[in-house]
């Protein structure tokens, strides 16, 4: 029995090893576009923007990888309709333009779980982990000369999928899509901050 799983093993991690993908320090960068969900686009339907990132992680084995995970995400959202603005605070709002600009900075641990393709350099993955996101909003009141900017420290965790390529033993490329639930907070009621992220980067492998 233990001669059967030994060789189960080996068959599952042998195309990992032929890629040299164990036991490497790998570093990221990515850049790509982050478009919100759920509550924050029903106040501000345009808002959507940049997405940029940097990871540094070690395979711990031909299939985990864990690492340490730092992203930036710009949005810039418009509302004119007085209605949606009051499903952020519950009051009443004159009808007038707001601009929002969001910016979520996060540092995420983010476990790695990849699945080989024999004899292919190509790896699809899954991900997940949790993190401190530093949330900071900016909303003006164009036409009224107004503005108002908050700043909220939140936990959150994220999750998501991918693609790994690597054609060369140093060198990869990784097209990942990954989505943050950020447990946020504001002066009225609770809103949960919900993030799409799509971006793509290159990876050195040490």
């Known amino acids: ?6 060789a189960v093993i080996l068959l599952l991690l042998g195309p990992v090893y032929s890629y040299n993908f164990m036991n490497k320090f790998l570093f990221q960068g990515s850049a790509g576009i982050a478009i919100p969900i ?5 106040m501000f339907p345009e808002d959507r923007g940049l997405a940029l990132g940097g990871e540094n992680a070690f395979n711990l084995s031909g299939y985990f990888s864990f690492g340490l995970t730092r992203n930036l995400l710009t949005m810039l959202g418009i509302s004119s309709a007085s209605h949606k603005i009051n499903k952020a605070g519950n009051q009443t709002v ?4 707001q601009k929002v ?3 979520i900075f996060a540092i995420k641990g983010a476990v790695r779980y990849y699945f080989p393709l024999p004899d292919r350099p190509l790896m699809p993955y899954v991900q997940g982990g949790g993190g401190l996101y530093i949330v900071s909003t900016e909303v003006k009141n ?7 900017k908050a700043t909220h420290n939140s936990i959150g965790i994220h999750g998501g999928a991918g693609f790994y390529i690597q054609p060369r033993k140093t060198f990869g490329i990784d097209l990942n899509l990954s989505f943050d639930f950020i447990f946020t907070t504001t002066d009225y009621n609770d809103i949960n901050t919900k993030v799409f992220t799509i971006s793509i980067g290159p990876v050195f492998v040490f």
Request: aromatic content about 4%.
């Open 1 to 6: 029995m233990k001669k059967y799983a030994v």
């Open 38 to 42: 759920g509550d924050m686009p029903d």
């Open 94 to 97: 004159d009808p007038h333009v």
């Open 101 to 103: 600009n969001d910016k």
């Open 142 to 148: 164009v036409g009224q000369g107004t503005k108002a």
